[in-house]
């Protein structure tokens, strides 16, 4: 891969980089955000939304693409 050319990387890091930057960063940096503030229990329910949605996403990757 060179700078200009983007021909080796495939449709799923496409997708996986949109899915992280639009979901699931804010998730998990909610989540220690209120996690941080002692509402823990909020906090911890947004990491484990974050990483659900991760370990969804990285099922359906492996047998879709």
Not at 27 to 56: D, E, H, P
């Amino acid at each position: 891969m060179n700078f200009w050319g983007t021909a080796d990387i495939s449709l799923p890091f496409y997708f996986m980089m949109f899915l992280f930057a639009l979901i699931i960063f804010p998730l998990l940096s909610l989540g220690v955000f209120n996690f941080s503030q002692a509402k823990r229990k909020k906090g911890m329910s947004l990491l484990m939304a974050g990483l659900g949605i991760f370990l969804i996403f990285q099922a359906i990757s492996s047998v879709w693409f």
